[in-house]
């Protein structure tokens, strides 16, 4: 086998999201999610496979088509012998690798130890993933999937409003 990996998520980066909003199309509520998941979609800028692509060869060299593997969904990784690779790379499409948890847990489960996972993203950025970086990702998943930065502004500026209002309106200005 190769002695290098390539692997891209060609999939949604939340699959059940938009499952949830198509399967359950009449209600308000799922509709809302599946909106919520375009935005996120949006909001991430994922890079396309033809663009990817030529990131490796700039980064690599040229790229054989057997050390490329497209993946559609997570939850079924290509038939690689794990232990040969030396290195994997992975090539996110957007700037934090939003969508490859379930994938990234499988990879660095499967990996043996002197396997070296590499991450090459959209933004032409390039570093290895180990457990440090890989948690502090994740966290910034989680706050870009779940809005808690924007919420927490949201209640400030709810909070606060009311007070420099009465503020001004007593110091008659309007």
Same mark, same amino acid.
């Not at 009449?26 to 692509?53: D, G």
């Not at 794990?82 to 969508?99: K, M, R, Y």
């Given at each position: 086998?190769?002695? #290098?990996? =390539?692997?891209?998520?060609?999939? /949604?980066? =939340?699959?059940?999201? /938009?499952? +949830?909003?198509? /399967?359950?199309?009449?209600?308000?509520? =799922?509709?809302? +999610?599946?909106?919520?998941?375009? @935005?996120?979609? !949006?909001?991430?800028?994922? %890079?396309?496979?033809? *663009?990817?692509?030529? @990131?490796? %060869?700039?980064? *690599?060299?040229?790229?054989?088509p057997d050390q490329l593997f497209v993946i559609e969904n997570p939850r079924h990784l290509p038939e690689i012998?794990?232990? #040969?690779?030396?290195?994997?790379? @992975? !090539?996110?499409?957007?700037?934090?690798?939003?969508?490859? #948890?379930p994938l990234e847990r499988k990879i660095l489960h499967l990996k043996s130890e002197l396997t070296k996972v590499?991450? +090459?993203?959209?933004?032409? $950025?390039?570093?290895? +993933?180990?457990?440090?970086?890989? *948690?502090?990702?994740? !966290? $910034?998943? @989680? !706050?870009? /999937?779940? =809005?808690?930065?924007e919420l927490g502004f949201l209640a400030v500026f709810l909070c606060v409003s009311p007070v420099l209002v009465? #503020?001004?309106?007593? $110091?008659?200005?309007?």
């Open positions: 086998m190769a002695e #290098t990996a =390539f692997l891209f998520h060609s999939g /949604k980066a =939340f699959p059940r999201l /938009k499952a +949830l909003g198509e /399967k359950r199309n009449h209600s308000f509520f =799922f509709r809302k +999610l599946a909106a919520i998941e375009n @935005l996120l979609e !949006l909001r991430r800028n994922p %890079r396309s496979q033809e *663009y990817m692509i030529d @990131l490796v %060869r700039g980064t *690599y060299g040229e790229c054989p012998p794990w232990d #040969t690779v030396e290195e994997i790379v @992975l !090539l996110w499409p957007d700037a934090n690798g939003t969508g490859w #948890t590499v991450v +090459l993203n959209g933004r032409r $950025r390039w570093f290895v +993933l180990n457990r440090m970086t890989w *948690y502090g990702f994740r !966290l $910034r998943r @989680l !706050l870009e /999937k779940t =809005f808690i930065c009465l #503020t001004d309106l007593l $110091r008659r200005r309007r």
